[in-house]
């Protein structure tokens, strides 16, 4: 790690009176929940997520898809936030603090952070396909679904429709009320951190450069170059839960 770009970083970060973090996949890793490119492991490692994620494929096969998101489910919920999140959530308790994930996992809530916007939805919270009524999920972690296990989804309570996941698939829309609160908190803060994401993803990969556009200050943290690197004003190649404890001690 550079430790000149390391101090320079503190000192963005002492110095800014309000902050807003866009985390990815990468947030997670160390967590234990692989990122969404990395090529899936064990029984699941013969799908393409991008294959499953998206409306058709559940219309198509609805209990492999199902299966699918049952493990992650299941995955997430034996996951523990790491040194990464609980270093953020000590950031907001210093100033104000603004928490955009595209991840579908509630580690940023379970470590504490308060303002967090889900710009892809959660795993945590699935609704009706056809009518959108909610389904509450029960308390018991889910079964290891074995890999292509197909598991058929509930029914809803309210309708004849299935229950699906509630995240954005591909193809899908952002929820609109989200993703317009994330704007007004890239507009309003003073200095952007962007963590663990491939960039790749419209429209949170805009985000950004929407920053940039404003003349707002640029923090990456990814072990990988990302294309964000190429407007950032400082980046930090490593590791999420390696990198934010010695930019803010917990
Ligand atoms: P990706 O899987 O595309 O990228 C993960 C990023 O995390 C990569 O740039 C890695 O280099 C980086 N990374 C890996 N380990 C890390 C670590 N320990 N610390 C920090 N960074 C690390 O994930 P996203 O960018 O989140 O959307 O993908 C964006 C969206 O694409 C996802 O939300 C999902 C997917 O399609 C939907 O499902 C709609």
Redesign the pocket.
Known sequence: MDQTNLKKAAALIDYAKSIAILT????S??SGIP????TLTGLWSNFDP?EL?NRRAFVQDKELVWGWYEWRRMMVLKAEPNPGHLAIAKLAEQKPCTVIT??VDDLHERAGSKSVFHL?GSLHQPRCLICGAPFVFPPEIPEEPEGGRRLPPPECGECDGYIRPG????GEELPQDVWHKSVKAISQCDLLLT???????QP?ASLPNKAKSLGKPIIV????Y?EHERIANITLHG???EVLPQLIPY
Do not use: C, Y
């Open positions: 990815g996949a990468g947030m890793a160390e990122t969404f490119r990395d991008e994620a595209q991840n892809h995240v954005v698939w591909f963590i663990g994401t491939s960039s790749l993803v949170a943290i990814n072990p990988s990302t590791k999420a839960g």
